[in-house]
DNA sequence: CGCCATGATTCGCC
DNA sequence: GGCGAATCATGGCG
């Protein structure tokens, strides 16, 4: 305890950790709007699929068991720092009837207790962090649990981009309608026209066949504008 | 298993 | 906030 005496400025490491538990709402004020909040950040530009709702809440419950625990640690290290700064107060103050004990030595111990249980807490964040990420990565990165959209799907949008292949930006009130359509959410229709513009462009030749048939299928549908009941071409 | 298709995410731009 | 571009990670087929 005798050395570590010059003064550090606030850790960057540990500012990062902190501000991380705070956005993960780990850290934060209460508990309800932290992990909501945390869950609405991580999902706001990827719609999470409509039968994601369990999934989602066993990812809050283990958020809060994250939180909980953290919190009586770190509540914990607190009431172990401070009853060992008494111990050390009352150590000295028996000290001091043998010999001198200046203010700025208690001073001086005090901070390096303080130091020392800090870099306890530092580890705790760090852990938890680590944790947190494990959990987001297990639930919430859409990445991992990708399911290709049904043929259906895929057709309602295909009809659409090729019929609209000069301006193929859906509106809002199209995106809804595909979105409903589709049986996806709108994030999810947009995921597909970003995706499909780019790879569209990218090699226009690759898609010729695919926008010959669906420039068919809709001159049909126009010439028809009704469909028989056996026909498997769904337009719409 | 290797490869490509595909849905989602990230980053920079406006 | 939406978009393009690059990238990630999985699905699906041979």
Known sequence: MR???EEEPPDPQLVRLDNMLLAEGVAGPEKGGGAAAAVSAATSSGGMSPDSSLEHSD???KLSQIRNIYHTELEKYEQACSEFTTHVMNLLREQSRTRPVSPREIERMVAIIHRKFSSIQTQLKQSTCEAVMILRSRFLDARRKRRNFSKQATE????????HLSNPYPSEEAKEELAKQCSITMSQVSNWFGNKRIRYKKNIGKFQEEANLYAMKTALGATQSEESPHTPNSTG
């Open 156 to 163: 309602v949008l295909n009809e659409y981009f090729y019929s």
């Open 59 to 61: 990812y809050k419950s």
């Open 3 to 5: 050395n570590a005496q």
